[in-house]
């Protein structure tokens, strides 16, 4: 065997190594901080180890909820972060078939409702919510900031713009989100998150108590 002949396998293992790598790095899942959406308090928190460690004002569809194509409804259960769209973009950037289109727009701007500032594009992981990322089925921003805390959005899960932004830095693709139809509050998280309170009357006796969500402000 010649040294050119060692010289190009070499090469040629080498080049597959570096590929292999390449794309072992590309299908890495970064799935970060977890998020849980309530559609009765019109709310999200985001979950670190199983505890909150923030919440914000939402908005899901005034359609209802459902996964029908073409139903604009927001679709229910666990659902995964598909793609992250828009970091580094200003807050109120338009975006237009996922792209910014050079546009910035304040918030409640009149006669405008497109989406802005991040996209955060979710794909159902059962068959309730199966068609969510043919649908489109993103949390992003609105403008339209003064409908955030009541149903009012066609599908999507909305948010404002400084919240949105917010929670893009916080969580990976393969995140889990999860869309509930009850209330966040009664909720049992890890004690070791912030917002928590504890049941029963004996709240500082040293018993064994039950994390609870509180909700109010965000943390």
């Not at 899901?60 to 769209?85: C, E, Q, V």
């Not at 889990?176 to 504890?198: C, T, W, Y």
């Amino acid at each position: 065997m010649t040294k050119r002949t060692l010289s190009s396998r070499a090469g040629t293992l080498l080049l597959g190594g570096l590929l292999c790598f390449l794309l072992s790095s590309c299908a890495k899942v970064l799935p970060g901080n977890e998020v849980i959406v309530s559609v009765r308090d019109q709310k999200m928190i985001v979950l670190k180890e199983g505890a909150p460690v923030k919440s914000y004002r939402i908005s899901t569809s005034k359609f209802g909820l459902g996964d029908k194509p073409g139903s604009m409804n927001t679709p229910l259960g666990t659902m995964r972060i598909a793609r992250k769209i828009g970091g580094g973009a200003p807050a109120g950037a338009v975006f237009k078939s996922r792209r910014p289109t050079g546009e910035i727009l304040r918030p409640n701007s009149p006669g405008r409702d497109p989406i802005v500032s991040r996209i955060i594009w979710l794909k159902g992981t059962e068959r309730r919510n199966r068609n969510a990322f043919r649908r489109y089925i993103y949390i992003h921003g609105t403008p339209e900031e003064r409908t955030i805390g009541r149903p009012a959005s066609y599908g999507c899960i909305r948010m404002k713009s400084r919240d949105v932004i917010d929670l893009y830095r916080r969580v990976g693709v393969g995140a889990e989100v999860r869309v509930i139809k009850g209330s966040l509050f009664g909720l049992q998280f890890s004690p070791a998150g912030e917002n928590l309170v504890q049941r029963g009357p004996e709240r500082d006796s040293g018993a064994s108590q039950t994390p609870v969500f509180r909700g109010g402000p965000s943390i």
